[in-house]
């Protein structure tokens, strides 16, 4: 058999698809680490995601169940600090968000007051940014971020509610937050829940703003307007 017959039998070689692979796979743990870990710069997060953050979750395919009830707007902090001080935290409270956004309320009140507290997010966008912003200020260990559809949950251990929602979408939760425990607290930012009348309604006046800030506080079980 000649060296010429020999050399058509070779097999041909095969495309570099391993190293391509590989690569693949270190960009996609890279991604994962800096959506995961990398700290973002106080309890006001950014309250848009990343260029990578947007990248890897879609490539990862990640994205919320089903398109979110409302556009994430954060909440001023001057306004979480007010609303948890009206939630008269305790230490053996736990605070659920709603909606949680980036997740301030929740960082807030462990870093502020010491309690346990939940965030919820339909978004997984959103609740990568609330777990880097809970590492980022030292509260890792007293806070969840939960990535869930508010009206299918289960938070029934809460003893303090946050939402910044919309009045629909309060009403559509009166069901289950009637449930909670009396003495339970309810806040709300701007929007009301009609057919609960609220125990107060408290103002901010933002420099720089024609109309104040609203604040509705409710204890579980309230009375019907």
């Given amino acids: 058999m000649t060296k010429l017959q020999l050399s058509t039998r070779r097999q041909p ?6 190293r391509r692979k590989i690569l693949f796979g270190l960009l996609l743990v890279s991604a994962t680490t800096f959506v995961c870990y990398f700290p973002l710069t106080d309890i006001g997060a950014d309250p848009e995601p990343s260029y990578l953050e947007r990248v890897w979750f879609k490539v990862a395919g990640a994205r919320p169940p089903r398109e979110p ?36 309320f929740v960082v807030t009140a462990a870093k502020k007051y010491g309690v346990r507290a939940v965030g919820m997010d339909i978004n997984p966008l959103r609740v990568a940014q609330s777990r880097r912003n809970a590492k980022t200020n030292g509260v890792t260990r007293l806070v969840q971020f939960v990535q869930a559809d508010i009206f299918e949950a289960d938070f029934s251990e809460a003893t303090v509610v946050t939402l910044y929602l919309l009045p629909e979408l309060n009403v559509r939760l009166m069901p289950k937050l009637a449930q909670l425990p009396p003495g339970t607290r309810i806040l709300s930012f701007e929007f009301n829940m009609r057919g609960a009348k609220p125990l107060t309604v408290s103002a901010i006046h933002p420099e720089g703003r024609a109309e104040p800030y609203r604040i509705f506080k409710w204890v579980v079980p309230w009375e019907s307007e």
């Fill in 69 to 104: 009830d409302v556009v994430f707007i954060p909440t001023p902090q001057t306004v979480v600090d007010r609303m948890l001080e009206l939630a008269e935290l305790k230490p053996d409270d736990v605070l659920y968000d709603l909606g949680c956004g980036d997740g301030r």
């Fill in 13 to 18: 070689r095969r495309p570099d698809s391993l």
